[in-house]
């Protein structure tokens, strides 16, 4: 932790694989595995959930998704998150998977001096990214995507084995699955105090991380964000939250660091073109009302389709208004929008 507070702001990392037969792929990859992997990292799992489409693991540092050609992880805290690339890279190649695509993405980190390097700049970040992938991914783009609100400024990395981007396909392996998804991550600060305070322990009251949060999952509603997902939830000692739901091949995850001054959550769910858009604009009404926050900043990805439409139609009626609005294009990624809204009690906006 740093010496001003803990770091609630995630780095994330998506990697996807292609291969001759994907059928398990990098499910295979066993628990010492994965906890090797993820002590460089600097986390550990403390908890996990599957079904017959991926695993989702609940980080000490928060979530570790794992499908067959697909790895998603995102970290908080001051976590070596890049120190994963290769490792992921080495282990596919050994279950006859190549790399086709990366992503990396954050939001500006509220204690950035506490960070170790390369997190202290993007650029540097950035450079360790290009050393640590092969030459394959040849067509490379980042972004710093500003944002009226300073403090929620988004950026991302993203490479491909193709120059193919929007709406054309970008590599004949990949899963036609995944172009129909868009993916959804949303950064909330200064959370209102009251609802902040569910996510502390019960003083005196003994608990284990797994049954403590089951009750914040509970008194809090977000078990109501997917009604029906299956939740798997921890409770942090003093107090913090983390959270994988699993719902077919679709996952969502909200991470809370509730504490006065620095206090942050994330949530973060994907979503198909083929859905009801009102599907999301309930999830993401659901879940910013969990928190409350004064500040929320909006990244939506996809390769063909306008969910960033549906955000404000999620948010304004939680008395949030639109402040910034920026997208650019990034290789097999596609569009990201990039959104930030603040409430009306955020004076300073």
């Known amino acids: 932790m740093a010496a001003s507070g803990f770091e609630g702001f995630e780095k994330r990392l998506e990697l996807h694989f292609a291969g001759d037969d994907p059928s398990v792929g990098l499910r295979s990859l066993d628990f010492d595995t994965l906890q090797q992997i993820l002590t460089a990292v600097q986390c550990t799992i403390v908890s996990a959930v599957g079904n017959h489409f991926f695993d989702a693991y609940v980080l000490s540092e928060s979530s570790l998704f794992v499908y067959p050609t697909k790895i998603i992880i995102k970290t908080c805290g001051t976590t070596q998150l890049l120190k994963s690339v290769r490792p992921f890279i080495h282990h596919a190649a050994e279950l006859g998977l190549s790399i086709r695509t990366c992503r990396y993405t954050r939001g500006s980190f509220i204690f950035p001096k506490a960070q170790p390097f390369p997190y202290t700049k993007f650029e540097d970040e950035v450079f360790c990214l ?18 009226r609100v300073p403090s929620h400024s988004w950026h991302v990395f993203a490479a491909s084995t193709t120059q193919r981007v929007g709406n054309l396909r970008y590599d004949d392996d990949d899963d036609d699955d995944d172009e129909a998804l868009y993916t959804v991550e949303v950064c909330m600060t200064d959370l209102d105090s009251v609802l902040a305070k569910k996510f502390f322990q019960k003083p005196g009251a003994p608990s284990s991380g797994d049954l403590s949060g089951k009750r914040m999952t509970e008194i809090t509603g977000i078990n109501n964000i997917f009604p029906s997902a299956l939740v798997c939830d921890f409770g942090f000692d003093p107090c913090g939250y983390s959270m994988n739901s699993v719902d077919g091949d679709r996952y969502s995850t909200i991470h809370v660091t509730p504490e006065d001054g620095f206090s942050y959550a994330s949530f973060e769910c994907v979503g198909s073109i083929y859905d009801d858009q009102s599907e999301i604009i309930r999830a993401l009404n659901r879940a910013v009302q969990v928190f409350r926050p004064a500040t929320v900043s909006v990244s939506t ?49």
Not at 130 to 138: G, I, K, T
Not at 313 to 340: H, I, M, N, W
């Open 130 to 147: 290009e050393q640590s992938l092969p030459d394959s991914l040849r067509v490379r783009k980042s972004s710093i995507m500003p944002s």
């Open 301 to 349: 990805t996809s390769l063909n389709n306008q969910a960033w439409k549906s955000v404000a139609a999620a948010l304004e009626p939680l008395g949030l208004k639109c402040r910034s609005c920026a997208a650019d294009e990034f290789p097999a990624a596609g569009t990201v929008v990039y959104q930030t809204f603040t409430s009306r009690r955020k004076s300073n906006c």
